[in-house]
């Protein structure tokens, strides 16, 4: 487990030099920032063909031949997809697996970072592997990758009768199914696309086509009995474990769980639903009107729409406020419950919630600099990189990430100082 | 009204075996279902307002280079297609239907010229849509564009690119990038680059050296990029064309949201024209976005503002005259045709204009899908466009040598006229020759 109570809370600053990451290196990537704040890495080339990660200065004990996807887990071990002798693996902390492949990508972690699963190739055929350990059965093809809410089931839309290209008949006959920890379900469907893992690892929905235009979710191999337009991405309830997905029925699109409608009006658009921490909220984006976007909770849409974008919608730890980016006129805002800060930007990232509820912060991008905005206020320091703000178990503190200057620097700012 | 020869001998196993398929009662359900839960009162309006007067057949490079035959003016092709089905209530034959998707999906670009030519601005080409769509839902089109859709489902990519050849490949012309500009990156999963290029599916199987041009171009001239090395990357979108709604609008919102995840400020786009309706005007708008929720530049504006920024610098102009074609969908879809006249200018010594030219220029004969339906229909795709050889004739006749063609399907449409009509044109992207001309570091 993360605990973040363990995170240095009192130093109030800690610089790492970068400036000279250049001199020493043929070129220095994009870094990355570990959630503690403790490290920063990039990916660095040493010569033709030699790559290797630098953290905090020290490079890995092991240079590669090709070294991409550089990622913080979860839970603060550093990954990056390597290549040596013309084999790929995933490389933690500087050890790469032990397992190699034809080539790896997609990485996913799950939500405590303990587990870390990849795309795979080899030979040409297709598998998920998880800490290294590939699945037993391959596939010919294999799409939309999915890990698990506890990260030990990984899964995969999988392609098991092979087609060759123009072989449409074969194809709308169905040669393409879901496959959990590797094992393909007996249906076949024309398509299977985005996939969820039920937080108990029982059951995998996916969204199916069964012909060129009968939509539906199919859960473990199994299709809902009414069929739809279109649909998309199902999402477990966490209370019965019921699937909950989007519906287009009539040109119209609403909520259906376990195929039977549950919302009782429907919207132009609607996608990214989502329960709240203790399951009994369902909102979702929705577009009331056609070019007007918001969030529908329960069914019932905000009054306040924007004209080009809703995304990255965010549930308070208690579950009673929701925060989400949201763009208009080519400018980006934030909504809270559905009343708008004044300040707008050319970015911004997810809102991050104190533990409370109470404060709201995010990442923002102004005239290409960064800094954090928290309730509306804007953090008196422009930077040239920031990472999202973390707050302490308390509440009290923020942790702020940022480079300035060509130097790394990993504050602790008090809440108030940012709230005014 | 007699019928060209070659369209009787065309055999596509998309249109015979999925006819084979129909019943008479499935054709009328569908269509009056289509008719009826999705078109509106525009369809009625073209419908009630056409008076057959035949002015929008001028306009049809289709009906101009077939000597006139009224089988392939515009109103002809709705006769022959929509206004049957409107008129029999849906209750027409699956040889009907087979020949109705021919029709709509093999001859007709969807080029909207004859819109411009109509007294009443109707949309010929939203009919053909309507066409292609109740033909999609009844599984009859053209086997070659039908499995392009299929690819698209399953990949969200134009040409059954999987999940690790488009990163594969990216780090490949990285690669052989380098060896030019040592430092050269392209850089992939770049969260908060100002920018994110697309492509389509074509260009990392068959055309990967446009890609390292790009990321060369992108390098000179000091743009913060990135490539997702995520599905989402193609701009490219068959499905609008096949009529399947459902599978666009699940691409573009691939596109788009990758776009989102990336945290960029704009998508840049390479040189095509229907990717550009794709994803600035008919699959954002299915999904319910008026505009796209991500900026979208085209490649000729991109190249527009980066000369005029002083980005990029020309080190010598071209010298060989060229002549311009302008692509339907980013000229009349879009209005791009002074600024692609800017970059051209700016990189090459002699621009030879075509007539007409603009937005009353000749569609390529290959856009709207009609080159996706394959080597089928190629024969009747030049036969159809005799009228833009006759225009590139006049251009070559006045010293234009190479031809610069701005989109893809114009690209590979225009590259089979000059052949069969032996033009003798050396066809160009603006990026080759942007390449080529431009100022690169030691
Ligand atoms: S090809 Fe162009 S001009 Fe001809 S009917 Fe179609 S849209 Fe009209
Ligand atoms: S010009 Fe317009 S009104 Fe005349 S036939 Fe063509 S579509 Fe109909």
Same mark, same amino acid.
């Given at each position: 487990? =993360? ?11 800690? *610089? =790492? ?6 001199? *020493? ?10 959630? !503690? ?8 080339? &040493? ?9 905090? %200065?020290?490079? @890995? ?43 790896? @990508? ?25 800490? %290294? ?36 008949? *074969? ?28 937080? !108990? ?147 911004? @990232? ?21 800094? =954090? =905005?928290?309730?509306?206020? &804007? ?17 009290? *503190? ?23 | ?127 053909? #849509? ?46 052989? /990038? ?6 050269? $990156? ?21 055309? /990967? ?44 919102? /691939? ?21 550009? $309706? ?28 980066? #000369? ?42 002699? #621009? ?91």
């Amino acid at each position: 487990m =993360i605990d973040i109570k363990e995170w240095d809370w009192e130093t109030p600053e800690k *610089k =790492i030099v970068l400036s000279d990451w250049t001199e *020493k290196f043929r070129w220095v990537e994009e870094p990355s920032v570990s959630p !503690d704040g403790e490290k920063i890495a990039a990916i660095v080339k &040493l010569d033709e063909g030699e790559f290797n990660v630098c953290v905090n %200065g020290q490079t @890995w004990e092991n240079p590669f031949e090709k070294i991409w996807y550089l990622r913080f887990s979860p839970d603060g071990r550093l990954t990056a997809i390597v290549s040596e002798m013309g084999e790929w693996t995933l490389a933690v902390d500087g050890i790469p697996w032990e397992e190699k492949f034809a080539y790896i @990508w997609n990485t996913l972690f799950s939500p405590d970072g303990k587990n870390i699963a990849v795309a795979v190739q080899n030979d040409m055929q297709y598998c998920m592997a998880l800490n %290294g350990i590939p699945w037993e059965e391959t596939y010919a093809n294999m799409t939309h990758f999915a890990l698990g809410p506890d990260g030990t089931k990984t899964a995969a839309s999988v392609q098991v009768e092979k087609t060759s290209e123009g072989e449409i008949h *074969k194809f709308q006959e169905g040669t393409f199914t879901a496959a959990l920890d590797g094992k393909a379900w007996d249906t076949r469907f024309v398509n299977v696309w985005n996939m969820a893992i039920s937080p !108990d690892g029982t059951k995998l929905a996916a969204e199916v086509r069964l012909n060129l235009y009968d939509y539906t979710i199919a859960v473990n191999g199994e299709a809902w009995k009414n069929t739809f337009g279109c649909v998309w991405e199902p999402v477990f309830n966490p209370q019965n474990n019921a699937v909950v997905a989007p519906v287009r029925v009539a040109g119209k699109w609403s909520l259906a769980e376990d195929g039977n409608i549950i919302w009782d009006r429907a919207f132009f658009q609607l996608w990214h639903q989502m329960f709240s921490p203790d399951g009994k909220r369902l909102v979702a984006i929705v577009a009331p009107k056609f070019g007007e976007w918001t969030i529908a909770v329960d069914g019932k849409p905000w009054r306040r729409t924007f004209d080009e974008f809703v995304t990255d919608v965010v549930f308070s730890p208690d579950g009673n406020r929701i925060a989400a980016l949201a763009k208009e006129k080519g400018k980006w805002k934030i909504t809270v419950n559905g009343s708008v800060w004044t300040n707008t930007f050319d970015m911004t @990232w997810k809102p991050v919630f104190s533990p409370d509820g109470k404060n709201v912060a995010a990442k923002v991008d102004r005239n290409g600099k960064y800094t =954090i =905005i928290m309730n509306d206020r &804007l953090w008196r320091q422009e930077c040239d990189e920031l990472w999202d703000p973390v707050f302490s178990p308390d509440g009290q *503190k923020v942790l702020v990430r940022t480079i300035e200057d060509g130097t790394y620097c990993r504050r602790i700012i008090p809440t108030a100082e940012l709230t005014g | 009204m007699g019928e060209p020869a070659e369209i009787n001998e065309i055999k596509d196993k998309g249109l015979e075996i999925g006819a084979e398929r129909l019943t008479e009662d499935k054709i009328e359900k569908t269509i009056n279902s289509v008719l009826k839960g999705e078109t509106g009162a525009r369809l009625k309006a073209y419908v009630d307002t056409c008076i057959h007067c035949g002015l929008c057949s001028e306009a049809c490079h289709y009906y101009l280079s077939r000597d006139n035959d009224p089988h392939f003016s515009p109103v002809g092709k709705v006769k022959q297609t929509i206004w049957e089905m409107l008129k029999k209530k849906g209750k027409v034959s699956p040889e009907f239907i087979k020949k109705a998707s021919e029709i709509a999906s093999t001859e007709c670009n969807l080029c909207r010229r004859c819109a411009m030519y109509c007294p009443f601005g109707i949309d010929i080409a939203y009919m053909m #849509l309507i066409v292609r769509r109740i033909c999609h839902m009844l599984g009859v089109t053209p086997l070659y564009i039908q499995d392009t859709a299929h690819s698209h489902s399953v990949t969200m990519n134009q040409m059954w690119v999987k999940g690790d050849e488009w990163p594969d490949t990216l780090q490949w012309q990285e690669e052989e /990038a380098q060896a030019e500009i040592p430092t050269l $990156r392209i850089p992939l999963e770049k969260e908060g680059a100002d920018v994110m290029y697309s492509v389509i599916g074509p260009e990392p199987k068959f055309q /990967a050296q446009l890609i390292y041009q790009a990321a060369v171009i992108m390098n000179v001239a000091g743009i913060d990029w990135t490539m997702p090395a995520s599905s989402g990357w193609d701009n490219s979108d068959m499905a609008m064309y096949t009529g399947d709604n459902e599978i666009m609008g699940r691409v573009k919102r /691939a596109h788009f949201e990758t776009a989102a995840r990336l945290k960029v400020k704009k998508i840049v786009m390479g040189e095509c024209g229907h990717a550009f $309706r794709s994803v600035y005007d008919v699959g954002n708008r299915w999904l319910g976005w008026r505009i796209p929720p991500v900026e979208v530049v085209h490649a000729i504006e991109f190249y527009h503002d980066i #000369l005029k920024e002083g980005r990029i610098k020309i080190s010598k102009k071209f010298e060989t005259p060229v002549t311009l074609h302008d692509p339907c969908n980013i000229v009349r879809g879009r209005g791009l045709h002074e600024m692609s006249r800017y970059v051209t200018r700016e990189m090459c010594e002699e #621009l030879i204009e075509m007539h007409p030219n603009r937005e009353h220029n000749y569609c390529c004969c290959a856009g709207g899908g009609v080159i996706n339906c394959g080597p089928p229909y190629k024969n009747k795709r030049i036969m159809s466009n005799r009228v833009k050889a006759e225009q590139l004739f006049a251009a070559k006749a006045k010293g234009a040598k190479v031809l610069i063609a701005p989109c893809h399907n114009c690209h590979s449409g225009l590259e089979d006229i000059n052949h069969h009509y032996g033009l003798g044109l050396e066809i160009k992207f603006l990026m080759d020759i942007l390449y080529e001309v431009m100022d690169k570091p030691e």
